[in-house]
């Protein structure tokens, strides 16, 4: 046999080769997992786009509720200062970091969620009514927008760690782990509200 029709045989066998050791689906896993990412970052953002609104409509009928709205105010300007890109999604400190300061905010939302309650002319604005549903939709958006990203995750850390596509994980891309969302310290605990003064 010639060196050509060797080659010519031997070309599809390594090509063949090749492809199971990852060289194709680790890169798209890994697109997945910043596709998902980039889903829950555009609900993250949606959130705190309806957040003012929802304080200024609140604000003009719980004037003596100040400390509530502050407080939604300012979880909402420090969870925009954690920022979180799509390398940094092997970082489990940064991504930690960025999970304390959403959640941060989640907390910070339910009081004023509650605040209809306290305010029965509340319940009946319209605008209000609208935002809170808007609110309550976006968070339910990223509860599923992060349970994606943590199945997406999943899949990347599985194959990059599995037998053939670790080798070319390991060769061609260094590939490290994707950190997952966890829920946060204490979040099993429902947070108590009260409107009544003393």
Known sequence: MTALRRFGLLAPLAALSLAGCGLNSVPTAEENVNAKWGDLQADYQRRADLIPNLVETVKGYAQQEKSVLVEVTNAR??????????????????VQAFNEAQNRLTQAIIPLQRLQEAYPDLKSNTNFLALQDQLEGTENRINASRRDYNEAVQAYNTRIRTFPDAIGAKIFYGAKPKV???????????????????
């Open 180 to 198: 997952p969302f966890q829920a946060a310290a204490g979040a099993e605990a429902a947070p108590s509200v009260n409107f009544n003064a003393s």
């Open 77 to 94: 300007a420090n969870a925009g200062r954690v920022q979180l890109s799509a390398d940094d999604l092997s970082d489990p400190a940064k």
